[in-house]
């Protein structure tokens, strides 16, 4: 995910990232665990 983070920031004019959570469908965690998670990591795409 750092790696997407830094195309999101270097072409941000240009595209659009989305991220997409699949962890409850997944059974890898619920929306606030992705939460925890991308706040501990820095992201910021949405």
Same mark, same amino acid.
């Given at each position: 995910?750092?790696?997407?983070?830094?195309?999101?920031?270097?072409?941000?004019?240009?595209?659009?990232?989305?991220?997409? $959570?699949?962890?409850?469908?997944?059974?890898?965690?619920?929306?606030? $665990?992705?939460?925890?998670?991308? $706040?501990?990591?820095?992201?910021?795409?949405?």
């Amino acid at each position: 995910m750092p790696e997407l983070q830094e195309f999101s920031e270097e072409f941000q004019d240009q595209i659009i990232l989305l991220g997409i $959570d699949i962890g409850q469908f997944t059974g890898l965690g619920s929306p606030r $665990d992705a939460s925890k998670l991308l $706040d501990s990591m820095g992201i910021t795409y949405p």
